[in-house]
C-alpha cells in the first residue's frame, strides 16, 4: 500500500505545527515532513509525534535571510560560515526529533567550479555529522521556472554532485513537480537514479495543486515506483487549490482516499 506523508509548509497550514501534526493524522497521512520547524521546540516536537504515532521524516536547512530572496546557503562560497552553521542546527533538530532525512539547501548560484567545490564541501560536512545515525542528507533539483537561479536542477546533477562527495548517505529528494517541468521523463529518470533517491514528493503539474488533476497519472506513477523497489513515503507537496476556505486542506483531500483504495 502507498505511505503519504503532509508537507506542513503547504497543507494544514492555518494550525500551529503540533496542532498541523495532529490534523495530518487525523486526515489519514501515515507522516508528516516540515521544511522549518525550528520555531517550535524540539520536545515539544517529540510530544505530538508521540501522541499521533506518525514520524515526521523530513526537515530542510533555513534558507537565510528572506529579505533578500535567500533560498539556501550551501553552494554560495563566501557565505559557507551560515552554511554550516544552517547545517548543525537541521542536524541537533533532526535528532532530537528522530527525524531521518534533512534536505541540506543548495541556494541561488551559478555552477562555477567554486560553488560545486562549496556545495560539495557542505554535503561532507553535513554527511559526516550523522554519519552514526539513521540520518540521510537529501539534495532536491528544483525548477527554473518557480527558482529562477538556483544551484540545482537535474537529477543527472544531483547524482554526480552525490558521486563527488564519496558519502554513502547522501540522497537525491525527487520531486516530481520540479523534475516533470525542467526534464519531463518521470519514471525513466527514476528508474536510472533509483539507487540514490531517498525520498519521493509530488504534486499536480502545471499549477501545483492537488495530485489528483494535471498531466501526471499519480496513482500508475507512483505504484510503478514502488513496483520499482521504492519502499519509502511519498511526500504530499502540493498548494491546496481552494483558497477561500478557512481549512483548505480538508476541502482537497478526496484524492488522499483514492489513492489509499
Same mark, same amino acid.
Given at each position: ?25 487525523? $486526515? @489519514? ?15 515539544? +516536537?517529540?510530544l ?5 504515532? +506518525?514520524?515526521m521524516?523530513?526537515?530542510? &536547512?533555513? /534558507? ?10 550551501? $553552494?554560495?562560497?563566501?557565505r559557507?560560515?551560515?552554511? /554550516?552553521? &544552517? ?35 557542505n554535503?561532507?560536512? $553535513?554527511a559526516?555529522?550523522?554519519?552514526n545515525?539513521e ?5 532536491e ?5 518557480? &527558482?529562477? @537561479?538556483?544551484f540545482?536542477?537535474?537529477i ?24 516533470? +517541468? ?24 502545471h ?25 519509502g ?7 491546496? /487549490? ?9 476541502? @482537497?483531500?478526496?484524492?488522499l ?5
Amino acid at each position: 500500500m502507498l505511505q503519504f506523508s503532509a508537507n506542513l509548509r503547504s497543507l494544514f497550514s492555518e494550525y500551529k505545527l503540533p496542532d498541523a501534526i495532529r490534523e495530518s493524522a487525523k $486526515a @489519514g497521512f501515515d507522516a508528516v515532513e516540515c521544511p522549518w520547524p525550528f520555531q517550535t521546540p524540539s520536545s515539544e +516536537i517529540s510530544l505530538v509525534l508521540e501522541e499521533t504515532s +506518525i514520524p515526521m521524516i523530513v526537515l530542510n &536547512t533555513i /534558507r537565510g535571510d528572506l529579505r533578500k530572496g535567500d533560498k539556501g546557503l550551501s $553552494a554560495i562560497p563566501e557565505r559557507i560560515l551560515e552554511a /554550516r552553521s &544552517t547545517i548543525d542546527q537541521a542536524v541537533h533538530y533532526a535528532k532530537e526529533i528522530g527525524s531521518h532525512n534533512i534536505h541540506v539547501m543548495a541556494g541561488q548560484a551559478p555552477t562555477s567550479s567554486k560553488s560545486i567545490k562549496c556545495f560539495v564541501e557542505n554535503l561532507i560536512y $553535513a554527511a559526516k555529522l550523522v554519519s552514526n545515525t539513521e540520518i540521510n542528507i537529501l539534495i532536491e533539483p528544483l525548477n527554473h521556472r518557480d &527558482t529562477p @537561479g538556483y544551484f540545482l536542477t537535474s537529477i543527472e546533477q544531483a547524482a554526480n554532485l552525490i558521486n563527488l562527495t564519496g558519502m554513502k548517505n547522501i540522497k537525491i529528494m525527487f520531486d516530481c513537480y520540479h523534475i516533470q +517541468i525542467n526534464q519531463g521523463d518521470l519514471l525513466e529518470n527514476f528508474e536510472r537514479h533509483k539507487h540514490l533517491v531517498g525520498h519521493i514528493q509530488f504534486s499536480a503539474v502545471h499549477d501545483r495543486g492537488e495530485p489528483n488533476h494535471g498531466e501526471v497519472n499519480y496513482p500508475w506513477l507512483l505504484t510503478k515506483f514502488q513496483e520499482l523497489g521504492y519502499s519509502g513515503f511519498f511526500g504530499a507537496e502540493y498548494l491546496p /487549490r481552494d483558497t477561500k476556505s478557512d481549512h483548505p486542506t480538508d476541502k @482537497g483531500l478526496e484524492w488522499l482516499k483514492q489513492f489509499k483504495l
